[in-house]
């Protein structure tokens, strides 16, 4: 049977050579023989098979990893489609056809194009893809809320974060127009359109639907022409920094005062080495105390006669502030009423005969930047009341014959055994400067109510007057007993001078009952004395006299108000206490 024509056809005529060659995709043909019988340029370059033609080679040669495949479009008369191919200068995708004649394979074409571009485009349109599934995880994944607007102040995109923040929905809000909203009062103010007008940054307070409010920024993005493209405004929830900001302060404030109740604790240790401190009541009068000392405000301090006033304002300087500066103890009570104004607060040069040339600074200007207690704040005159209550309430006093104030910074501190409240309503005592005095109140107990505290107070007054005077005594159990059970009307003070005493003139070093004073005796045993001893109603008397005197000076500490109690001339009870030998007695007091 004869072959059919172009059974082995080794070129294409020159027209259909010229026509396939103009083609910008790649055209191969090759005979039944395997023979490339055409190669149009596209191919080449895609190929890059050099100058050289491969037209008349075959085939397994010019392209030996895809001769198999096209030798199977030639055995089989079977089409490829499709077909993927890297070459070294291109990514290819080919589709191979044989040629038919009368029935018969005589050869077969390649037509294939060049999808390197594409594949590059395709690549980057991937990552372009990812890089937008990011950016929206990103955006999504944000506490803080995003609203993005277009540069028509239309909205185009809503975080999920500013859906919970502000309680709006998206759906209600993409496509709107950020003018609309805030005419509609969904929105008091717009960052937006603020950035819009002013071509910057701007940050400002957002009401929405007039309850919730938020902090926004608006930020502008900028086209490659430096026109506005984009707002992106960032939204905070001041709720949520509002609750912060307690919890913060409330951090602080905790930590304050568990350092402030540290700093207490140790003042408060401090403070009981400073005294002699066991009862309960004494416990809670020295905690004021170091409370208060931190605070710079005036303090009153009562209390009667000798229960330690004097040594718990010097504890409060101490633990306060002003430790570094002076202490000035001001006992009013001793000072006489002529003489007060000029101690006090001093005197200009010149104020009166006598006078130093120089002046004088008074008490009150030698406590500044310290501590001034006034001791019998109650003893003021009228007068003095009046320049006090301006020293505390303007820090600033006049010297007796001055003309200009003089100005001082001076913590006051007052103690009293008086009744400031009766003063205050008898007219004695100014009721503004009571006011200003009693800040702080705080009330020291009498002795005789605070008995846990006479055993330890007895057994210290005994080891410093060891380290004074190098006595070695100690306490018969007895003692002890009856020291406990005595009223002490003169407190603290009556105990140090009746302790001195017995120490003084006890014969060993036990101090008995033998060697008790007349007051810590039982009730009666002075007169049950006095009789046993063949004394008559005259010593008998004198004995009851010298004890009521002892007493009444120990309460009061000041001769002039134990006069005054026992209804007798100063001048009188001097004379007294001079027969009664009762010296020890004053030599406490002063």
């Keep these: 049977m004869a072959e059919p024509p172009f059974a082995h056809f080794d070129r294409l005529p020159p027209l259909a050579a010229t026509v396939l060659d103009a083609s910008y995709n790649g055209i191969v043909i090759i005979n039944r023989r395997g023979t490339v019988v055409f190669f149009n340029q596209a191919a080449l370059r895609m190929i890059g098979y050099g100058e050289r033609s491969p037209i008349g080679r075959p085939f397994s040669e010019v392209l030996p990893e895809t ?40 050869g077969a074409i390649s037509v294939f194009q060049d999808i390197s571009e594409y594949e590059r485009i395709i690549s980057e349109l991937q990552g372009y893809k990812e890089l937008h599934r990011e950016l929206e995880a990103v955006f999504e994944s944000s506490y803080d809320g995003f609203y993005i607007c277009d540069a028509n102040a239309n909205t185009i995109r809503v975080n999920s974060a500013y859906e919970r923040i502000t309680g709006l929905s998206r759906k209600d809000l993409i496509g709107r127009n950020m003018r609309d909203l805030v005419n509609e009062k969904v929105f008091d103010s717009s960052s937006t359109l603020a950035v819009l007008k002013q071509g910057r940054q701007v940050t400002l307070m957002q009401t929405i639907k007039g309850n919730k409010q938020v902090m926004v920024t608006g930020t502008p993005v900028f086209d490659e022409k430096g026109a506005i493209a984009l707002v992106v405004t960032t939204v905070t929830d001041i709720t949520q920094l509002n609750r912060l900001r307690a919890e913060l302060e409330e951090s602080r404030r905790l930590s304050s005062r568990y350092y402030q ?5 140790e003042q408060f240790e401090h403070a009981l080495q400073e005294m002699v401190v066991k009862s309960s009541a004494m416990m809670q009068v020295v905690q004021k105390a170091v409370k208060v000392s ?14 330690g006033k004097s040594m718990l304002a010097r504890i409060i300087h101490l633990m306060s502030p002003r430790k570094e500066g002076p202490f000035v103890k001001i006992n009013c009570g001793t000072i006489p009423e002529s003489l007060m104004e000029s101690e006090l607060f001093g005197y200009a040069k010149g104020a009166f005969t006598g006078a130093s040339p120089q002046g004088k600074a008074g008490m009150i200007e030698a406590g500044h930047t310290g501590t001034v207690f ?67 109140p705080i009330l020291v107990p009498p002795l005789r109510m605070r008995r846990e505290d006479i055993p330890a107070l007895a057994v210290n007054i005994l080891e410093k007057f060891r380290q004074a005077q190098g006595f070695q005594r100690r306490l018969d159990p007895e003692v002890l007993d009856r020291l ?24 060993g070093e036990v101090i008995t009952l033998a060697d008790l004073p007349g007051e810590l005796k039982e009730p009666g045993s002075s007169l049950a004395e006095a009789l046993e001893c063949g004394g008559g109603l005259k010593e008998t008397l004198s004995a009851v006299e010298a004890r009521l005197i002892g007493s009444a000076l120990q309460r009061h500490g000041s001769v002039t108000r134990a006069a005054r109690e026992l209804k007798v001339h100063p001048t009188t009870l001097w004379r007294k206490i001079a027969r009664h030998g009762l010296g020890n007695s004053i030599s406490a007091i002063t």
């Design 67 to 106: 001769w198999p495949e096209i030798r199977s479009v030639l055995e089989t008369g079977e089409p490829q489609i499709g077909k993927r191919i890297v070459l070294p200068k291109a990514t290819i995708i080919a589709n191979r056809n044989p040629i038919v004649v009368n029935g018969r394979v005589v």
């Design 261 to 265: 109740s540290l700093l207490e604790h």
């Design 294 to 307: 931190g605070v710079d405000t005036s303090v009153l301090l009562q209390g009667e006669s000798g229960v």
């Design 374 to 440: 006034l001791d019998e704040v109650g003893d003021l005159t009228p007068a003095m009341q009046v320049k006090l209550l301006q020293v505390i309430e303007e820090k600033t006093f006049t010297r007796v014959g001055g003309t200009q104030p003089t100005s001082v910074d001076v913590r006051i501190i007052a103690a009293t055994n008086r009744d400031l409240l009766e003063m205050v309503r008898e007219g004695k005592f100014r009721e503004d400067l009571y006011y200003r005095l009693n800040v702080v």
């Design 484 to 507: 406990i059970r005595y009223d002490y009307p003169g407190n603290v003070r009556e105990l140090i001078n009746l302790m001195e005493r017995m120490i003084v003139m006890s014969e």
